[in-house]
């Protein structure tokens, strides 16, 4: 049996607009692309951390604050990314932790500014930065950084990028497989063990899910503390508290099913 502190799948909602960029396959909800609505079904099927992408420019700020401050009143635990990832100050992520975030996600403005992420952190704590890398495989053990929600290809190494995110104070490092993102294969083993050995924070697999037994091999065999589940749980292919059932059937469990299953006091015989 393995054991974690909270659930570790962490679903992703894709916004534009206000409203999610697909229309969902959760047929229970009267608004297929309602996100708020989306972030109340995934939260009551067990989800603690969910990622929200909001692919919207900084340009519309009172619009992304208002989303975010809606969605943190119906579930805690946002991971907030904006316009793939940028961040232009310290101000950007001031106003988002303000509006309910529990952590933002920096990706391209960490790689055109490194020193943010260490203000961030020092700032605001290393559980409050998520450091997200988008990678495309470039040998049989490489894998290269892109940039610019993936279309900017760099020549710095991910492994080592990852290594200087949490040196920087990123409390989460997330290596999103370009190669695997969509297609349902399950997710590049080899990248998520590359970065859970390189790093001591937490590791968070993404890019490729397409089943349940696809996140049980991510936290069991490659070492990742979270696994992103994006199209798989958003199409209805699969639910999110099957998938999560499946990990407890395959012996992964967190504290939440730990206290469900555990007496409580006033069950316990007194001596």
Known sequence: MKSYAECPVVPVV????????????????????????????????????????????WQDTPAVLDLVARLARVST????????????????????????????????????????????ADRHGPERVVGVLNVRRSGPETWLVCVDGGSRRTPLDAVVWAR????????????????????????????????????????????????????????????AKYAIVNKVVHSGRLSLSDALGHLRERGIVWEADAAASSPRSSDVAGP
């Not at 232009?88 to 988002?96: K, N, Q």
């Not at 590359?194 to 696809?214: F, K, L, R, W």
């Open 77 to 120: 635990g946002l991971w907030v990314s904006v316009e793939n990832g940028s961040l232009p100050s310290l101000r950007e992520a001031d106003l988002l932790l303000g509006a309910g975030a529990d952590a933002v996600s920096v990706s391209t403005s960490a790689f055109d500014r490194p020193s943010l992420i260490k203000s961030l």
């Open 14 to 57: 894709d916004v534009s607009k206000g409203q999610a960029v697909m229309a969902a396959g959760i047929g229970h909800l009267a608004d297929l692309r309602d996100t708020v609505a989306l972030v109340e079904h995934y939260r009551d099927s067990g989800a603690k951390r969910i990622f929200v992408d909001i692919l919207d420019s």
């Open 164 to 223: 200087m995110l949490a040196d920087l104070g990123a409390g989460y490092i997330l290596p999103n497989s370009l190669d695997g993102e969509g297609g349902g294969t399950g997710y590049d083993m080899d990248l998520v063990r590359a970065m859970s050995c390189a790093v001591d924070v937490p590791v968070v697999a993404s890019g490729g899910c397409g089943s349940a037994e696809h996140i049980h091999d991510a936290l069991s065999l490659a070492g």
